[in-house]
């Protein structure tokens, strides 16, 4: 009895369900899928959305992953940088005396550099301006068989502290992890202090050794240039240059010895200083705000042509 009503339940269980199976097969089988219709807010809306996320997620960290093609391209970039040099110092002298180099321990600076083209087509051209500690200064020759040393107010040597404002062409060619480096600008400066010294034969007097005559000039400017090579290590370069500077402000008045014979003295200097630049925006490949600009673009192309599709 209970075998025959197991058997009976199932067998109106079965006559029940079918039915509803053969129903919903037909149903999925008639079901068609409706796209729906989005207006044109709604599609800029969604375009919006989509370059904010490609902005969000584009990180310096993927940047720096990118591959860029066999021609690197350089961006207009720029640079600030902490230099050191020694210097050799001598004065070209009218009418001509017989001297020493000085070597002069420091020349300390700080340089930005702006790089860019040239009239907008002309590449690895910039700017270089920098500020500069530097010294300038003269040592008569002794002559030993004469037993005499030509001095400048009782001094055979001076030495002067310059503060130096350059500013420069900069060129820069590119190659591997290096570039050739072309500078050619004008500076102005200001002698700052100057000590005399008297040296073997020589007699310098309180008020003048640490101290400018009312007949010194100061200010100081002329013609600063060089070459020098610089390694690159993303984002830091260090340079090396050697920089030729000469002085069109002579030390003193021409009238200094007599209003009727003019003197003149223009301090030049040869430096070879290193530096260490800090790339302050990205030097090749393409930058962040160019692949925003780039997504933006492919986006709104992609739209607009679907659109006339």
């Known amino acids: 009895m209970m075998t025959m009503n197991k058997t009976s339940i199932i067998f109106f269980l079965l006559l029940f369900l079918m039915p509803v199976c053969l129903h919903s097969k037909d149903n999925a089988d008639t079901l068609k899928l409706t796209k729906p219709r989005l207006d044109r807010k709604e599609i800029r809306s969604t375009k919006e959305k989509v370059v904010e996320i490609i902005e969000d997620t584009i990180t310096n960290e993927y940047l720096d992953t990118l591959t860029i093609g066999k021609n690197v391209m350089i961006n207009d970039y720029s640079l600030f940088g902490f230099q050191y040099g020694v210097g050799l110092s001598r004065v070209a002298w009218n009418p001509t005396q017989k001297q020493d180099m000085l070597i002069m321990p420091y020349n300390i600076g700080i340089t930005y550099t702006k790089y ?3 009239f907008g087509f002309m590449p690895y051209f910039g700017m270089q301006a920098g500020l500069f500690l530097t010294q300038e200064g003269y040592q008569f020759t002794h002559d030993k068989d004469k037993d005499y040393t030509n001095k400048i107010e009782g001094a055979e040597k001076a030495v002067m502290q310059v503060v130096e404002l350059p500013v420069l062409a900069h060129i820069h060619v590119d190659f591997w992890k290096m570039k050739l480096l072309f500078n050619l600008g004008c500076y102005a400066g200001y002698r700052l202090n100057i ?3 008297p040296g073997h034969t020589g007699s310098v007097s309180e008020s003048v050794a640490n101290s400018f005559l009312e007949t010194d000039n100061r200010f100081d400017y002329g013609l600063k240039g060089g070459v020098g090579f ?19 402000s002579s030390l003193y008045q021409p009238d200094y010895y007599s209003e009727f014979y003019y003197r003149y003295a223009y301090p030049t200097n ?25 997504a933006k673009e492919m986006v709104y ?4 042509s679907k659109n006339r599709k």
């Open 270 to 294: 040869f430096i070879i200083s290193a530096g260490v630049h800090f790339q302050l925006t990205k030097r090749t490949g393409q930058t962040k705000s160019q692949l925003k600009k780039l």
């Open 116 to 118: 860019g083209k040239m």
């Open 230 to 248: 610089g390694l690159i290590f993303d984002p830091i370069e260090i340079h090396i240059q050697g920089m030729y500077k000469h002085s069109f």
């Open 301 to 304: 192309e992609n739209g607009s």
């Open 195 to 197: 000590q005399r010294y």
